[in-house]
């Protein structure tokens, strides 16, 4: 069991924002200890907006069904693009929650998404927090798209590997462009959490006979250099567009500044 200084319990979505709880969000990441989010913090949310609350709007745009522009060619930019991305998973967890399916689910599977909604709020608010006026609005989500993700257990779950194999290429291609190495550590923090999250997905997936999937790291996941695949940002984007979950268009503005690498992306069905 952990103990009290292995765990940090966040009351509301403010405390994301008090110094103390960003040191020891920070340390917990490093040590594997316990984040646990009470009732009261998604409550702050708005039942009506699953993405969460709006940002600052410093990173350009509007938020809901409008436009949003990100300047990638400095960490700020970087940042809000990995906020844009939590936004989406955090949305769409808090829609699993909250779908008539959910209560079907065995008691491993609603386990499993209640700690991915909570790492994800975690993830989003933490950015928010970081990125302060200078954060994107809130996202608007396509209520259709969701309510057809979160029909029943084998749309969930499928939906949840191909986002968090996507989280996880968009972290390995956009981490090169920080140039802080505080920004590039907390990345790296969130990245190894996403690819827990797709590790635990598809041995949910596999147990379950899904055809295709495998507990093995294979080739759509892991390039012929043994590395995780990667996506630049412009690749991402075009994705999460693809999905049609999101309302908001997001596009790229300023380009990052530096190389881009050959993309070794993953499986291309989402």
């Known amino acids: 069991m952990a103990s009290e200084k292995d765990t940090l319990v966040i009351e509301s979505a403010d405390q994301m924002w008090r110094p103390n709880s960003r040191r020891d969000f ?21 039942s009506d907006d699953p993405m969460g609350p709006p940002g600052g709007g410093g990173g350009g ?28 998973e955090a949305g769409f967890y808090s829609a699993v929650l909250a779908s008539s399916v959910f209560s079907s689910l065995s008691a491993e599977i609603r386990e499993v ?5 909570n790492h994800e709020v ?13 954060a994107i609005p809130a996202l608007g989500l396509n209520a259709a798209t969701v309510a057809t993700a979160t029909a029943n257990r084998d749309s969930i779950l499928r939906t ?14 956009a981490g090169k462009y920080l140039t802080d190495v505080g ?5 790296g923090k969130i990245v190894s959490v996403e690819a827990r999250h797709a590790a635990a997905i598809r041995d949910i997936r596999e147990a379950l006979g899904a055809p295709g999937t495998s507990r ?3 080739d759509d996941i892991i390039n012929a250099q043994g590395l995780d695949v990667k996506l630049e940002p412009a690749a991402v984007l075009s994705r999460v567009a693809a999905t049609n979950f999101v309302t908001t268009q997001i596009s790229i503005g300023t380009n990052p500044s530096g190389t881009a690498t050959a993309d070794a992306p993953p499986p291309t069905s989402i």
């Open 61 to 88: 745009g509007g938020g809901g069904g409008g436009a949003v522009s990100l300047n990638l060619s400095n960490d700020v930019g970087i940042l809000n693009y990995a906020y844009a991305l939590e936004q989406l």
């Open 216 to 218: 093995f790291a294979g």
């Open 113 to 117: 998404m209640v700690d991915l909604r």
């Open 160 to 173: 949840a590997e191909q986002f968090e194999d996507l989280g996880v290429s968009a972290y390995n291609g």
């Open 122 to 134: 975690i993830h989003r608010e933490f950015l928010a927090r970081v990125l302060g006026p200078n």
């Open 26 to 46: 920070l340390r917990l990441l490093g040590i594997g200890g316990s984040v646990v989010l009470l009732p009261s913090v998604f409550a702050a949310c708005g």
């Open 183 to 187: 920004n590039l550590l907390v990345a």
